[in-house]
Nanobody
Framework: QVQLVESGGGLVQSGGSLRLSCADS????????MGWYRQAPGKQRELVAF???????TYVGSVKGRFTISRDNAKNTVYLQMNSLKPEDTAVYYC??????????WGQGTQVTVSS
């Protein structure tokens, strides 16, 4: 069973930066495609970025050029570096681990609040 634990959320001013981390306790981490999603109040959960087990990253929408996803398989950890944050980035951010035959595992979420 994959267990994902996120950290690094908080309150930051517009234009600031945060780095989220997501650690997996299992040694099978390297097999998973890892992703970050976010859910703002009253909105559906949306994909932010994902990185496959070969290290290729994909970004969605307005985060392109501002966010960077990376992974360290030796530490079973995926990161999301968020720069030039905007108030519209405010959301609960969720880490996911995806395997084709299994589906998504989810972390508990971490709150990111960007003040204007």
């Amino acid at each position: 069973q994959v267990q994902l634990v996120e950290s690094g959320g908080g309150l930051v001013q517009s234009g600031g930066s945060l780095r989220l981390s997501c650690a997996d306790s299992k040694s099978t981490f390297s097999f998973y495609r890892m992703g970050w999603y976010r859910q703002a109040p009253g909105k559906q959960r949306e994909l932010v970025a994902f990185i496959n087990n070969g290290g290729t990253a994909t970004y969605v929408g307005s985060v392109k050029g501002r966010f960077t996803i990376s992974r360290d398989n030796a530490k079973n950890t995926v990161y999301l570096q968020m720069n030039s944050l905007k108030p519209e980035d405010t959301a609960v951010y969720y880490c996911s681990a995806y395997l084709a035959d299994v589906g998504n595992y989810w972390g508990q979420g971490t709150q990111v609040t960007v003040s204007s």
